[in-house]
Nanobody, 124 residues
């Protein structure tokens, strides 16, 4: 069983930056594929970024490629999402997710464990 707790959300102006963190407890962190998803009001949850279990590697949604960076710290059992050049359309609740898997995972249905989410609001 893995417990995930996100932090780092908040209110930022367009063009600004935020770094989200996801602290994981339980399991072996390096064996998990980890992902960030987001859900805006009235919209479906969408994939943002993933970092692969065991072999690493990263994958990003086209909408955030070049602006966001996902990284994991095995020593701290913590996943990060550095978000730069934020846009109002990035406003959403951001969730981190985990599943024991080799490589990245991009579908929400692939993930077994979810955090409670953290709100990111980007003002124009």
């Amino acid at each position: 069983q893995v417990h995930l707790v996100e932090s780092g959300g908040g209110l930022v102006q367009a063009g600004g930056s935020l770094r989200l963190s996801c602290a994981a407890s339980g399991g072996t962190f390096s064996s998990y594929a980890m992902g960030w998803f987001r859900q805006a009001p009235g919209k479906d949850r969408e994939f943002v970024a993933s970092i692969g279990g065991y072999i690493g590697g990263t994958h990003y949604a086209d909408s955030v490629k070049g602006r966001f960076a996902i990284a994991g710290d095995n020593a701290k059992n913590t996943l990060y999402l550095q978000m730069n050049s934020l846009k109002p359309e990035d406003t959403a609740v951001y969730y981190c997710a985990a599943v024991v898997a080799v490589g990245v995972r991009v579908r929400a249905t692939d993930y077994a464990y979810w955090g409670q989410g953290t709100q990111v609001t980007v003002s124009s």
